[in-house]
């Protein structure tokens, strides 16, 4: 792993601890803020970003903004009503991010993409309905994420419908599932690897002092460490949250220093 200190922050006292907290095997170099792994290979420019596939095939920022940050809010709403760990969420959105770097929302339906992100996230995170029989947790994904977007599409007044497992729509939902689950997997290269910010943010909170009191309060965190732990939940639902360690961690040098001057 490698790890980028910004120049205007070099010699401040909270970025030298942060510095000797990192592995020995860590090595320094000038830039933005940057962790990288040997398995991540979705860390994109700025240009890569501007020019992604559904760019290329027709559609405006604005409209590719807003379907990303509708899916995302499709598994972050299906996710709570699973009952699901924040960070099954939090990998199946970066996995929806990473899948449309590579391919068009033109060719692909976001609502079905969104549900196969969750049901991937919940499988690489292990979450408890993982243990049961494949086609339960994949059922359980499909009704949630069927009932959050009937939420938004049924007019007011109007009973929500509940998805029929048994039903030709259900079947069809269920093939389109895991023919989406294929093409992702392949677009990744079988490389699923997620790694989030917020095991780090906490690491170096300790580290440098700054979490007294969090022990014998833990419901109410001091407010520069929820608001970092926010900017490491929020970058979920940003195109820019596509590799391992996005905004949260590329900002958190950063972020301690000015909540600690």
């Known amino acids: 792993a490698y790890f980028v200190v910004a120049p205007e922050q070099q010699g401040h006292s909270c970025v030298q601890k942060w510095a000797a907290a990192s592995t020995e095997a860590a090595c320094w170099h000038w830039g933005p803020v940057m962790i990288h792994t040997t398995l991540d290979n979705f860390f994109l420019d700025d240009e890569a970003l501007e020019n992604s596939p559904s760019r290329r095939s027709g559609i405006d920022r604005d409209t590719e903004n807003s379907l990303r940050h509708y899916g995302c809010e499709l598994i972050q709403e299906a996710g709570i009503l699973l009952g699901f760990q924040q960070v099954v969420m939090a990998t199946g959105q970066v996995l929806f991010h990473r899948f449309f770097c590579k391919r ?7 609502k079905k993409l969104a549900a196969t992100a969750l049901w991937q996230g919940a499988k690489l995170e292990e979450a408890p309905e ?28 109007r009973k929500l419908a ?38 780090l943010l906490l690491n170096y909170i300790q580290i440098l002092g700054l979490a007294e009191g969090m022990e014998q309060d833990e419901a109410e965190f001091p407010g520069f460490v929820q608001e970092a732990w926010n900017i490491a939940n929020d970058r979920c639902a940003l195109q820019r949250g596509v590799g391992s360690c996005p905004i949260g961690t590329m900002q958190l040098p950063k972020l301690i220093e000015m909540t600690t001057a």
């Open 130 to 157: 993982v243990s049961g029989h494949p086609r339960e947790l994949l059922n359980k994904v499909m009704v949630a994420v069927d009932r959050c977007i009937a939420r938004r599409e049924t007019p007011e007044g």
């Open 162 to 199: 509940v998805l029929d497992l048994h039903s030709k729509e259900a079947e069809e939902f269920r093939r389109s599932l895991i023919r989406y689950e294929m093409e992702m997997l392949k677009v990744f290269g079988f490389i699923t690897h997620v790694e989030h910010p917020h095991k």
């Open 104 to 110: 068009s929302m033109k060719e692909y339906n976001v």
